[in-house]
């Protein structure tokens, strides 16, 4: 029941960042969303990696590479863009 309520937990979470992430891909416009958020934000859920790794936790990292990526992305664009 715990891996599955950790499953359904980073798939609910990972699928918030799809359509900001998808929005900036096709518009390229990133002036509204915050470099200081999604620096820490990304900053955290890298940690929440290494976490997933000391406690061999396959949600946690499953879930926190993915979001990782998509808030990834969004960080560089925002980098790249201003």
């Known amino acids: 029941m715990l891996e599955i309520v950790g499953l359904f937990a980073g798939f609910l979470t990972?699928?918030?960042?799809?359509?900001?992430?998808?929005?900036?891909?096709?518009t390229r416009q990133t002036e509204s969303i915050?470099?200081?958020?999604?620096?820490?934000?990304?900053?955290?859920?890298?940690?929440?990696?290494?976490y997933g790794i000391m406690i061999n936790s396959l949600p946690l990292l499953m879930w926190n590479v993915l979001t990782f990526a998509l808030a990834g992305t969004i960080l560089t664009l925002k980098v790249r863009l201003g």
């Open 14 to 26: 990972t699928l918030s960042f799809l359509p900001q992430a998808i929005k900036i891909i096709r």
């Open 34 to 50: 915050s470099l200081i958020m999604y620096s820490a934000f990304v900053a955290g859920v890298f940690l929440w990696i290494l």
